[in-house]
């Protein structure tokens, strides 16, 4: 008996290294992509210059309002959803179980049984610990949930492609976007762990309707027979100028990639990076490094031991070194999770949304994010960044470098993975 037991283990070993060899695989750079720019992010024909190279449309006319964590993000979602009039879409790679996923779902319920045309697009993997109770309440009231890549096969390639966004959009006039799940880590303490630190943006003016175009995408890949509707106009609340950038995998680069290298290239002055699993590639090494030769300052603003992911925060980690070589400053948040994704140059240019600056979000899942051009904006985001650092620890090289070698070969290990994670 002990032969056959032996060779099912060495057989399911066999198959376990192979699917993570076929993953990482997927996952290579299909090449190095190197960008310049002389258009500088301040220069006014950069909005224009961005939009075009990127495939998306520039709108002007925007206006923005942040939200610092969920407990203030959440109770204006909620206030939308309470007001539409017309419709709902919404999408999110995380529907929880709990408080704030039991008032989203009667919010939910509550505008579909008063005749709003609910729309939902939740991911498989992210979503698959939602009540299911909570899904024949939505279905009874009318709202229609439509699932992201149903993981029902041996397909690895559908499997590692997630949907990661979050944008909720109502009657096409107020969008909210950003980096929070509907759980209740974003909005209060959870089982001793202190609430998430993440940002929300709501987004009034014509940029919303381009957030709904997104989630149309999906829902037209997920609903079977659809009637998009983004033909209204939506009329001017402020004046900044947006882009908003959806993606999705593609061979060579996609949108949202093409978005950062651009944002880093056009640098003159400050790049601030507020990421969690923060793992660069060839390319974006390749825009941070020329950045730092050009003289712009570099600071990264990650997560610290507090994370959900330890093993993407040992890959990260093996980098560190290198970025503080290169003269960037690194930062790690203390708190608690830190989630926000949200990145600053020059103090005029904002991109904020649900990709994170890693491999993953810039070429394997469907990510969302907006590209604003408002100093308003850009002074909160930083003033948001300004305090996060008094909560974080500096890192400093000759500390960094110090540390125990089984530490380092742990990052080490650890980072050959990084382009998966």
């Given at each position: 008996m002990g032969l056959p037991k032996t060779r099912n283990v060495l057989l399911a070993t066999l198959i376990v290294v192979l699917i993570i060899a076929a993953g990482l695989v997927i996952a290579q750079d299909q090449g190095t992509i190197r960008v310049k720019t002389s258009v500088a992010a301040s220069d006014p024909r950069f909005p224009l210059y961005l939009a075009r190279l990127i495939g998306h449309e520039l709108t002007s006319g925007n206006r923005y309002t942040v939200y610092t964590n969920g407990d203030r993000a959440f109770p204006a979602m909620l206030d939308a959803i309470a007001r539409a009039q017309h419709r709902v879409v919404f999408e999110t790679y995380i529907y929880d179980t709990g408080v704030f996923a039991a008032k989203?779902?009667?919010?939910?319920?509550?505008?579909?049984?008063?005749?709003?045309?609910?729309?939902?697009?939740?991911?498989?993997?992210?979503?698959?610990?939602?009540?299911?109770?909570?899904?024949?309440?939505?279905?009874?009231?009318?709202?229609?949930?439509?699932?992201?890549?149903?993981?029902?096969?041996?397909?690895?390639?559908?499997?590692?492609?997630r949907t990661h966004r979050k944008a909720l959009v109502i009657d096409g006039d107020v969008a909210f976007v950003g980096g929070m799940g509907i759980a209740d880590q974003w909005a209060v303490d959870v089982e001793g762990q202190k609430q998430w630190r993440d940002t929300q943006i709501e987004v009034l003016g014509p940029g919303a309707m381009n957030v709904e175009a997104a989630f149309n995408e999906n829902w037209i890949e997920t609903s079977g027979v659809v009637e998009p509707d983004v033909l209204a106009h939506t009329p001017a609340e402020g004046t900044a100028q947006s882009v908003v950038v959806w993606s999705s995998p593609e061979g060579g680069t996609n949108e949202m990639k093409r978005l950062y290298l651009l944002a880093l290239a056009a640098a003159r002055t400050s790049i601030d990076i507020q990421s969690p699993y923060l793992i660069t590639d060839e390319s974006s090494d390749w825009s941070l490094a020329e950045a730092r030769r050009r003289g712009v300052r570099v600071r990264m603003l990650v997560e610290g031991d507090v994370t959900d992911a330890k093993p993407v925060k040992f890959a990260g980690r093996a980098a560190y070194e290198r970025f503080m070589r290169q003269g960037m400053e690194v930062y790690e948040y203390q708190p608690a999770m830190m989630h926000t994704k949200a990145l600053v140059v020059d103090g005029i240019l904002s991109i904020v949304g649900s990709a994170n600056f890693d491999n993953r979000s810039l070429e394997l899942n469907d990510e969302l994010n907006i590209a604003v051009f408002d100093r308003t904006l850009a002074d909160r985001l930083t003033a948001d960044f300004e305090a996060d650092l008094k909560k974080s620890q500096k890192l400093e090289l000759e500390t960094w470098r110090s540390r125990p070698p089984h530490i380092r070969a742990r990052e080490k290990m650890w980072s050959y993975f990084g382009e998966v994670f």
């Open positions: 989203f779902t009667s919010a939910f319920e509550a505008a579909a049984r008063r005749g709003v045309d609910v729309r939902m697009v939740l991911d498989s993997v992210g979503s698959k610990s939602i009540d299911p109770d909570h899904l024949k309440r939505l279905e009874a009231a009318g709202a229609q949930v439509a699932w992201f890549h149903e993981v029902a096969s041996y397909n690895i390639e559908e499997a590692n492609y």
